[in-house]
């Protein structure tokens, strides 16, 4: 196993640029996700760490090399794709004993390697079937298995589980995670699905725009967000983000919203904003933090429920608050219906500011 | 409820009545279609089992009095002077046929693939370019590729009449194995070379084999194309023992003008190597069809 | 946010670089032209070269015997000297009529024999082959065959037509100017109709089931189901199959220069065996070759056509 490191890395397609000056290091034995939306990059750095792609600047190292120049083969890389890229026409035997074959290993070796691979995953018994005859979850299996008969010094993982259902998809996830805490593996591993990130990774990397937009563990990410996109991107349902504007009333600082209402601000949250180059602040909470009263309370905020829906454990509750959708989860047992008046209260501990303009995270210095 | 039933019933039958009717329609199209393609090729092989005086009558015989099999003994006796043509004009077919074949495949494959996974400059502009090639009548090129082979030195050998039906296939050929290409992942490709193949292994260990299909169905077309191939062969080559079948039959029959058992066996022979070819590689001809050029 | 701004900078910094940027990029993809380049050259020497000298010889006068040293500069001569004969209208009109009845007919055969064998019964693949082997067989065998079915004297339908009472002696087919092109035609299509099929065979298979049941659950009858859901999926091949059908009939030259060599008096000349008669039969090189370039012209808005119905699908892909 080896560590990875990203410096200054940018890759251009004529005058976009899908990568954007990304450095960070993934550390020995360490699963680091890349999560984004959809043309955010994220799988662009993969196929750049993995060199099939040239990249525009910036340098990769894989253990201690450079690696900027060198073929995929000579990388000491595994990769796992969405679509698992099982060679059709060979059997799960020979997709598994391929990347040995390639690498010359002598025929009995090559047995042994691809039986104990077939015993660690559970699929013995499909070694002479062709991959279309596999369901999807025995072909991600199969594909799994073609990453580590090598034991490489890096596995690469490109959604491997967005082309599963549901069920399985949770599945696989333990798997994944568990074969991770065996192996001690180095994994990079991008998804879109940042619930896949936040469950299986020890730091993820979020990317928007070709730009890294935090890298830090899930748990750092979801409490401190380091701006508005991750806010929003990090977290199910989404954080609520609520536009406001800074003034001072009696004394103390508040939040105005456009519709009348403004909402006093601790000390610490009033240096935060005052810190912030704008008046424009927007506020954000997950749904959690957000407290739902059926009548007016001090502090609390009237809104209007707008939907509701109950999942049994919890039910999430839909409102408008100055333009802004805002989420709110409450205990099955108190009964909301829509277009009921109710009334919000913020956790003054728990809420995150952001600065309106430059759509940073504010802090008090 | 019984009501509902009914009228299930009533409908189901009235609409197996049409179906009935499309199918016996599509039957007797068939039967149709059966005729008018195989009575012409029945009507060669009984004329050309019929002795040359028994293929001159009116009425016809419809089927000879004395079946012979003198035509076919003539035709590929060595020792006879016809036998000696046929036989050489076949050679010379099947090596014509057998390199263009060979060569279109070499050709075809890499650019194919090019076409297909590369993104350089100027990629459209040449993959149209090479289709319209299929747009231009051999007759267009004919004077100036002769003079052009004469300037080669090509005239009257067999490298002319190979370099041109190198460029009738190979338009087709690269539009189907593209089609094939760029419905084989390339993800295929890289899990191979980060499985530690080159480029090249990549494309020869997992691509080539996936294309198969299609390199068959190239390879066929090339080959009956240059099989059949006449209007180049009939100004290219004036020496005898170079000529192809086509127009070895044809000069040979128009000495001998009422010899029609003859040529209908010679068309017979002629006509065996291509359709026993085609009949037995058809299968993956409809599948490049329909994986290359129909299914994008 | 710094993303937007980043973005719109860098645009701006690479736009006036354009050519130097193409430049650039054809060499980043030097490698990928080898694979091209063979393709590349084989099609100059066999289609550049020949145009270009197609077109410079059409402004020529040229001695018989290709002794082109000798040949005399005559402007646009051998142009007015068609456009003005009375064959040259002949010719263009058995043409149409040759590539248009070809082309259509053989369409319709073989779009119906697909529709009729994509249903499963016994004995169809033995069928299916015997359908197809008219195309195989060398349009030479094949004109020789018809040649003998329609002979005057021993030909097999004019002795069934005889022997069924309908005429006292053989009709004379390819031997009479009102009867010989489209008895031609018939052996034409006899030899392309089983392409038709094979393309729309393939087509047909491509119809997604789901779409078909769909519309059975709504109500479709057979025939809407074809007009609604299978016609409109198979636009793309049909379009296709015809502009091929259409482009390999206005070339053809076998079957009426074996058969009838363009007579009798040129009833059955088309374009391709008329202008290979001016040049290797009268040896008239010039006028050929302003035939042939008035034939290419013809051929490219054609082509225009071609290519866009080939890259169809291709721009669709790039814009979903």
């Given at each position: 196993m080896a560590h990875v490191v990203l410096k200054d890395l940018i890759k251009t397609y004529g005058s976009f640029k899908a990568v954007n000056n990304v450095s960070l290091t993934v550390n020995d034995g360490e699963f680091v996700a890349l999560v984004g939306p959809s043309g955010c990059g994220k799988t662009t750095t993969l196929n750049l760490i993995a060199g099939l792609i040239p990249i525009t600047s910036g340098d990769i190292f894989i253990g201690d090399r450079v690696v900027n120049g060198l073929d995929p083969k000579d990388r000491d890389i595994a990769m796992v794709f969405q679509n698992y890229a099982l060679y059709p026409q060979k059997s799960v035997y020979m997709n598994l004993a391929f990347p040995l074959q390639m690498r010359k290993l002598p025929r009995d070796e090559i047995d042994k390697k691809v039986r104990e691979a077939a015993k660690v995953l559970d699929m013995t018994q499909l070694l002479e079937r062709k991959p279309r005859e596999l369901s999807g979850g025995q072909q991600q299996r199969v594909a799994l298995g073609r990453a580590l008969v090598r034991d490489p010094a890096v596995f690469l993982m490109d959604e491997p589980l967005s082309n599963l259902d549901a069920k399985l998809r949770v599945q696989m996830r333990s798997e994944i995670k568990r074969f991770h805490q065996d192996l001690k593996a180095t994994i990079v591993y991008v998804t879109h699905d940042q619930l896949e990130a936040v469950t299986m990774?020890?730091?993820?990397?979020?990317?928007n725009g070709g730009f890294l937009q935090q890298y830090d563990s899930p748990a750092q990410v979801f409490a401190h967000p380091a701006n508005m996109f991750v806010a929003s991107f990090v977290g199910s349902p989404a954080m609520s983000l609520i536009p406001l504007e800074v003034s001072t009333a009696n004394g103390g600082t508040v939040l105005t919203s456009a519709e009348g209402w403004s909402l006093p601000l601790s000390q610490l949250n009033a240096r935060k904003v005052l810190g912030a180059t704008t008046r424009k602040i927007v506020l954000g909470a997950r749904h959690s933090t957000i407290k739902l009263h059926k009548s007016a309370a001090p502090g609390a905020i009237p809104a209007k429920a707008y939907t509701v829906e109950p999942t049994g454990d919890v039910t999430f509750v839909q409102a408008f608050l100055s333009g802004a959708i805002v989420n709110i989860s409450v205990s099955p047992n108190i009964a909301v219906t829509p277009d009921e008046h109710i009334w919000l209260e913020f956790d003054q501990e728990r809420i995150h500011l952001f600065d309106g303009e430059t759509e940073m995270a504010l802090q008090a210095d | 409820m019984s009501t509902i039933a009914e009228t299930a019933s009533r409908s189901r039958s009235c609409r197996r009545g049409g179906v009935d009717g499309w199918r016996w329609a599509g039957r007797i199209f068939l039967v149709f279609m059966l005729l008018y393609t195989a009575l012409p090729m029945v009507w060669m092989l009984i004329t050309s089992i019929k002795s040359g005086f028994a293929a001159m009558q009116f009425p016809p015989q419809w089927w000879p009095d004395e079946p012979t099999l003198a035509s076919y003994q003539k035709l590929l006796d060595p020792q006879n002077s016809v036998g000696q043509d046929f036989l050489r004009f076949f050679w010379n077919s099947l090596f014509v046929s057998t390199a263009t074949t060979i060569l279109s495949v070499i050709v075809a494959v890499p650019a194919a693939y090019a076409f297909s996974r590369f993104r350089f400059p100027g990629r459209n502009f040449l993959f149209f370019t090479v289709l319209l090639r299929n747009m231009f009548p051999a007759v267009i090129f004919l004077v100036p590729l002769f003079i052009l082979m004469r300037m080669l030195g090509l005239v009257n050998t067999h490298g002319s009449l190979i370099l041109t039906y190198l460029t009738f296939g190979l338009p087709l050929a690269i539009w189907l194995l593209k089609g094939f290409y760029d419905n084989i992942p390339v993800q295929l490709e890289q899990a191979a070379r980060i499985d530690g193949a080159t480029r090249f292994q990549a494309f020869i260990l997992i691509v080539m084999p996936l294309s198969t299909p299609g390199i068959i169905a190239t390879a066929i077309y090339s080959f009956i194309g240059a099989w059949n191939e006449y209007i180049y062969a009939y100004t290219f080559l004036s020496k005898n023992e170079q000529l192809t079948l086509p127009v070895g039959?044809?000069?040979f029959f128009s000495e001998n003008t009422t010899d029609f058992p003859g040529l209908m066996a010679a068309s017979f022979m002629m006509s065996v190597p291509v359709v026993v070819l085609f009949l037995v590689l058809q299968r993956y001809f409809v599948r490049a069809l329909t994986e290359g050029a129909v299914k994008h | 946010m710094t993303i937007v701004t980043g973005k719109t900078g860098?645009?701006?910094?690479?736009r006036p670089a354009r050519w130097s940027l193409l430049l650039q990029k054809i060499w980043e993809h030097r490698a990928d032209y080898a694979y091209v380049l063979p393709a590349i050259v084989v099609m100059l020497i066999v289609i550049a070269y020949p145009i270009y000298y197609t077109v410079e010889l059409s402004f020529f006068n040229t001695p018989p015997g290709l002794q082109l040293r000798d040949k005399i500069f005559i402007g646009f001569d051998n142009y007015t000297a068609i456009l003005t004969s009375q064959v040259f209208w002949k010719v263009t009109w058995n043409t149409l009529v040759w590539t248009l009845a070809s082309t259509f007919i053989s369409f319709a055969l073989g779009f119906a024999a697909a529709l009729a064998l994509h249903r499963d019964f016994v004995g169809r693949g033995v069928l299916r082959a015997i359908l197809i082997i008219p195309w195989v067989i060398s349009a030479v065998a094949a004109s020789y065959i018809w040649k003998w079915i329609y002979h005057s004297d021993f030909g097999i339908i004019g002795a069934?037509?005889?022997?069924l009472g309908l005429t006292d002696r053989p009709p004379n087919f390819i031997?009479?100017?009102?009867?010989?092109?489209?008895?031609?035609?018939?052996?034409?299509?006899?030899?392309?109709?089983?392409?038709a099929m094979i393309m729309m065979m393939?087509?047909?298979?491509?119809?997604?089931?789901?779409?078909?049941?769909?519309?059975?659950?709504?109500?479709?009858n057979a025939w809407q189901r074809f007009w609604h859901v299978t016609f409109p999926h198979l636009r793309d091949v049909s379009t296709v199959t015809i502009l091929l059908l259409a482009v390999a009939n206005f070339n053809s030259f076998i079957i009426p220069w074996i058969m009838t060599g363009g007579g009798p008096s040129n009833a059955s000349h088309i374009w391709i065996t008329h202008i290979y008669e001016l040049a290797f039969g009268r040896q008239r090189w010039g006028v050929a070759s302003a035939y042939s370039v008035l034939l290419f012209l013809f051929m490219m808005t054609l082509g225009y056509f071609y290519v866009r119905a080939l890259s169809g699908n291709e721009r669709k892909e790039a814009n979903s």
């Open positions: 990774a020890d730091r993820m990397a979020v990317m | 039959i044809q000069r | 860098a645009r701006q910094e690479l069934v037509l005889v022997g031997d009479s100017v009102s009867t010989v092109l489209p008895s031609l035609i018939v052996v034409n299509i006899w030899r392309e109709f089983p392409f393939a087509g047909l298979q491509t119809v997604p089931d789901q779409l078909l049941r769909a519309a059975k659950v709504d109500g479709a």
